[in-house]
């Protein structure tokens, strides 16, 4: 059972990749929307704070 729930979950976030991949170079209208959804709960799985830019964030490098 819990190798189906995460076969589930694993092809809907590589299907909301390929949207915003596809989003990005110009799709149709759901294909946004997906993007945009993709995105957005990318956001809230991160959490407050961890936008990686910043500082502090892993974004930032001393080299």
């Given at each position: 059972?819990?190798?189906a729930?995460?076969?589930g979950v694993l092809?809907?976030?590589v299907g909301g990749c390929v949207?915003?991949?596809w989003a990005a170079r110009g799709g149709p209208?759901?294909?946004?929307g997906v993007?945009?959804?993709t995105l957005s709960v990318g956001e809230l799985?991160?959490?407050?704070g961890n936008s990686g830019r910043?500082?502090?964030g892993r974004g930032d490098s001393d080299d």
């Open positions: 059972m819990a190798v729930v995460l076969s092809v809907l976030v949207c915003v991949v209208r759901w294909v946004r993007a945009a959804a799985v991160r959490g407050p910043g500082p502090g």
